[in-house]
C-alpha cells in the first residue's frame, strides 16, 4: 500500500501529545482551525500506531492473530526479508540505504517540516524522489506515554527479532532494521 495503515484495530491509536501536534500544525499547510481537526488530519495523513505484540505490550512475542488480521483480506504486514528485497531493488550495485532511502521517501517537503527545525545537518531528515511510489513520510513512533516523535517512518515488520522485539524498518536518510521502539506505522503488501 501506498499509505501507513489507518484501520483502528486492537492497540493503535492516532497521534496523542498536544504539544507535539500543536508544534506540527504550526509548521504544516492545513485547512484546520481547532486542534481536533488537526489531530484528525494527522491521523489521515500519518496514519495509525500500532503495536502487535501480544496484550499491546512493548516487549513479547507477536500476537499472531491480530498480526494476521491487521490488514485487510489478501494483504498482510511484510517480513524485515521482504522489505530487505524492496530495499536491494531499490538501489544499483554501486549504491548504498541513502540511494534506496530517496527513492522511497515522499517527495512533499510539507511533511518534512519538523525536520527543517533541527539546527543541525545529521538531524534533518530530506525529502525524497518516491521513484517506488510508496510515498514514506517521516510518520516516526510513538512512546509509551503517547508522545510521537516524526523525523522518521519507523514501521513494522512481521519478523520476530528474539523474546522481545520484533523488528523495524526505519526509513530516514538511509534504510534501517532496528528493535520495536512500541509503537508503530505498519503498511500492508498483497499476498
Not at 28 to 40: L, P, S, V
Not at 42 to 56: A, D, P, Q, T, V
Not at 80 to 86: C, P, Q, Y
Request: charge should be negative.
Amino acid at each position: 500500500m501506498a499509505e501507513n495503515l489507518r484501520y483502528n484495530a486492537p492497540y493503535s491509536t492516532c497521534s496523542e501529545g498536544t504539544s507535539f501536534i500543536r508544534q506540527y500544525c504550526e509548521l504544516i499547510e492545513h485547512n484546520c482551525e481547532t486542534m481536533q481537526c488537526c489531530k484528525e488530519y494527522l491521523c489521515h495523513n500519518f496514519g495509525r500506531y500500532y503495536s502487535i505484540i501480544e496484550s499491546g505490550d512493548r516487549f513479547g512475542l507477536i500476537d499472531s492473530t491480530l498480526a494476521d488480521t491487521i490488514c485487510p483480506k489478501g494483504w498482510h504486514i511484510p517480513s524485515k526479508n521482504e522489505w530487505e528485497k524492496l530495499e536491494k531493488t531499490m538501489i544499483a550495485p554501486h549504491e548504498n540505504g541513502f540511494d534506496a532511502a530517496t527513492r522511497m521517501k515522499g517527495a512533499d517537503s510539507n511533511y518534512f517540516a519538523l525536520s527543517k527545525q533541527y539546527l543541525n545537518e545529521n538531524g534533518r531528515t530530506y525529502t525524497g524522489t518516491d521513484n517506488c511510489a510508496l510515498n514514506i513520510l517521516p510518520s516516526g513512533f510513538m512512546y509509551e506515554e503517547g508522545e510521537t516523535l516524526k523525523f522518521r517512518a519507523s514501521i513494522l515488520s512481521s519478523t520476530q527479532k528474539n523474546s522481545d522485539f520484533v523488528y523495524v524498518v526505519v526509513i530516514r536518510n538511509t534504510v534501517e532494521y532496528i528493535s520495536n521502539v512500541y509503537r508503530n506505522s505498519i503498511r500492508c503488501v498483497m499476498d
